[in-house]
């Protein structure tokens, strides 16, 4: 079905890439036969004067594992691969497209596994590439497409490359990444890295600095060498011809470096150094190279994350015409509740709903007819959205989970559920800095109270609620010892809120968050409306509804959800009083009586 594992280690040796044979073509078709009912025909239609291209994954719905904490096969505390085949009937049954599968490549685990030693061997942890291979073909079994993460901005410093970078200036890797000598006897700028502190870091053998825009352990990579292009789209070519069904990119937008390297201003620090280097010189450049050379060869999915993405960047990155990726990540509406008075990210505010609306308004109404819509609340990298934006008290809940999944899956673009997302998994509420394992959180907490002086006492609850390890903490499948999430000791606390919110229990009751997402799902792959359909927001300065319309072909829908705690009057439109409900998540409820009720959410169709 796959590559087998010599063929595959052979390829590496050798520094070629593995032709397709008639064994791939055999798996491409049988793969495309089991997604027919999923795929409708590549046509183009023109709507208000605008070409609308379909695509299967337009028509997607993808989910995200993370893999170190979804499923532990062999009691080590640690998810694996063997864990993901083994829920991938779940999976269908939730009714997902696609799996976007989180690094799991080889690496040290200084971010986690974003940090990687070898792009074609799979890290101890994870298992085998027999492993790989067997999760990739029954996942294709059951018609289910799977996505790697790309991490190629930087790699480990363990990697081979950057071993004999650092080894003298004349070094024929030296140029695979990026050296600059003091400048005044500091670093060349004042940017800062992501995971706090310089990002620059020393290197007294050979007496230069290497740029790490992350961790110290994680080198840029310098994308104006032709021969480390080269070198990864040749990697990215035997992945898809092993069989991969596509690419999410971390922070692509980041890899074309500016042609002068010079101070940020306010201090540079981490804003500072994604604005001087996000969407550089040639990054459209090399992305339309890495189209040429490995993604227009094959009918994969690419998504981009693009720290620092505007409007009218993105229509670059994800233009109709397919030369660069098919869609792009966008932070804008995940960066809403900040405190402008705490440094990054760190804050305990609820996210506006005003400015969230405005904001994914702008990119639904931008992008329509020219680029593609993501749409997400949740990732490895954010907080539980039914924290940020809902209530996550057992009153509400299930409710507001429901309702904020109904606000983003009703519209257009290709939506991705984070693990636990369909069960409407919580943040966890740390209470000490012993219990965060992310490199982000830990180093945050520490400069912030040891160097910027501020209070541990006020921080910590800050960075409790904005910290990745509220996503991170082991998938909730059951209210057994540890979730059911392994047999051992996990890597992380559970949280212990899994007694009540459990895969398991959600499964057995038909109101649950689970079936709901199910349903969701369903609706999407039946509706062209949903998926293509034109937007138009209503309401705009409400400060509790978030209502909707959508439009395509005479057909229209009406998206209304109250995301306050509180009761709240709405009048159905007239056009809209005959319609028909095709969700709701207050199934008693009579939508005609002029209320809606904390966290209600329907949706009708005409």
């Not at 996942?139 to 410093?157: C, E, F, P, W, Y």
């Not at 990444?177 to 060349?188: A, L, S, T």
């Not at 998994?425 to 109270?449: C, K, P």
Request: charged share 30%.
């Amino acid at each position: 079905m796959c590559l087998c594992r010599k063929s595959w280690k052979q390829a590496r040796t050798e520094g070629k890439t593995v032709n397709r044979d008639s064994s791939e073509e055999i798996h491409q078709k049988r793969f495309r036969r089991s997604q027919k009912k999923h795929d409708l025909p590549r046509k183009e239609r023109r709507e208000k004067g605008k070409i609308m291209k379909k695509a299967w994954w337009k028509e997607s719905v993808v989910y995200q594992i993370y893999p170190r904490s979804f499923c532990d096969s062999n009691g080590d505390g640690i998810g694996d691969l063997k864990g993901i085949t083994s829920k991938l009937d779940y999976l269908k049954e939730l009714g997902i497209d696609v799996i976007w599968l989180s690094p799991v490549y080889k690496s040290p685990n200084d971010d986690n596994g974003y940090d990687i030693s070898d792009y074609e061997d799979i890290m101890d942890e994870f298992g085998t590439m027999e492993d790989f291979d067997e999760l990739l073909e029954q996942a294709h079994a059951r018609g289910i497409r799977l996505v790697m993460d790309l991490v190629v901005n930087h790699t480990s410093d363990e990697h081979p490359w950057f071993l004999e970078s650092r080894k003298s200036r004349d070094n024929p890797k030296r140029d695979y990444y990026i050296w600059r000598d003091p400048v005044d006897g500091h670093e060349p700028t004042n940017w800062g890295s992501a995971f706090s502190g310089s990002a620059w870091q020393w290197d007294q053998k050979t007496g230069q600095y290497y740029l790490h825009l992350f961790s110290k352990k994680q080198p840029d990579l310098n994308w104006d060498n032709q021969k480390v292009r080269r070198d990864i789209f040749d990697m990215m070519t035997r992945w898809c011809q092993k069989g991969i069904d596509g690419f999410r990119m971390d922070v692509i937008s980041l890899i074309s470096k500016p042609e002068v390297f010079a101070d940020a201003p306010t201090n540079g620090g981490i804003y500072g150094a994604f604005d001087a280097v996000a969407n550089g010189p040639h990054v459209h450049d090399y992305l339309q190279e890495m189209n040429r050379e490995v993604l227009s060869r094959f009918d994969i999915m690419t998504v981009g994350e693009t720290a620092g993405v505007t409007l009218d960047e993105a229509k670059k990155y994800a233009n109709s015409q397919g030369t660069e990726l098919g869609m792009v990540f966008q932070f804008e509406h995940v960066g809403l509740d900040e405190d402008p008075h705490v440094p990054y990210k760190w804050s305990t505010r609820k996210m506006p709903l005003v400015p969230l609306k405005e904001n994914l308004t702008k990119w639904q109404l931008g992008l329509d007819g020219c680029a593609w819509n993501s749409l997400y609340f949740c990732n490895h990298d954010q907080p539980r959205i039914v924290s940020r934006l809902g209530d996550d008290s057992d009153q509400y809940r299930e409710r507001s989970a429901k309702a904020i999944a109904t606000v983003l899956h009703m519209m257009q673009g290709t939506p991705y559920v984070y693990q636990g997302e369909e069960l409407g998994m919580t943040n966890v509420g740390f209470t000490s800095v012993d219990q965060f394992r992310d490199l982000e959180s830990i180093n945050a907490y520490h400069e912030l109270t040891e160097k910027a002086g501020m209070d541990p006492a006020d921080l910590l609850p800050k960075i409790a609620h904005k910290s990745r390890d509220n996503a991170r903490t082991p998938m909730q499948w059951s209210d057994a010892p540890q979730a059911g999430f392994t047999s051992g000791r996990p890597w992380i606390d559970v949280n212990p809120n899994y007694v009540r919110v459990n895969a398991e229990e959600q499964m057995d009751r038909k109101d649950s968050v689970f079936h709901y997402y199910q349903k969701l799902i369903a609706l999407r792959h039946s509706s062209d409306l949903i998926v293509y359909g034109h937007y138009q927001l209503l309401l705009a300065e409400d400060p509790d509804l978030f209502v909707y319309r959508r439009e395509l072909d005479q057909r229209r829908m009406l998206v209304v959800a109250n995301l306050s705690g509180h009761e709240r009057e709405y009048e159905i439109p007239s056009d809209f009083a005959k319609g028909r409900v095709l969700i709701q998540n207050i199934s008693e409820h009579d939508i005609h009586d002029g209320k809606l009720a904390p966290y209600e959410a329907y949706v009708l169709e005409v």
